[in-house]
């Protein structure tokens, strides 16, 4: 059971890249949209999910996202920038 897939130590990377990532996307998107200081989780936050955003949306528009680091990061950092308009959207609603 200590081989099984998922476990382990490549678990524990695999968790951290993820974190890295959404972090740098986040804070890059936080760069794009102005007034959308979230902290370090909530950079990590936005970042995770505005990745998963730009890899469903992209796509279903037409938009291939590619296969290279670079053209992960612009994806996955427009994603999170949809995302932070969206969220300033409804902030501007509510008020």
């Not at 902290?39 to 037409?62: E, H, R, Y």
């Not at 990061?73 to 969220?87: E, K, S």
């Amino acid at each position: 059971m200590e081989n099984a897939v998922g476990t382990g130590v490549g678990l524990l990377v695999g968790l951290l890249i993820m974190v890295v990532f959404g972090a740098i996307v986040g804070w890059l998107a936080g760069l794009v949209v102005k007034g959308s200081g979230y902290g370090l989780l909530g950079d990590i936050v936005i970042g995770i999910v505005g990745a998963n955003i730009a890899g469903w949306f992209f796509p279903a528009i037409g938009i291939p996202v590619g296969s290279s680091l670079f053209g992960v990061i612009i994806a996955a950092v427009a994603g999170a920038v949809i995302l932070l308009l969206l969220i300033k959207l409804i902030r501007q609603m509510a008020s």
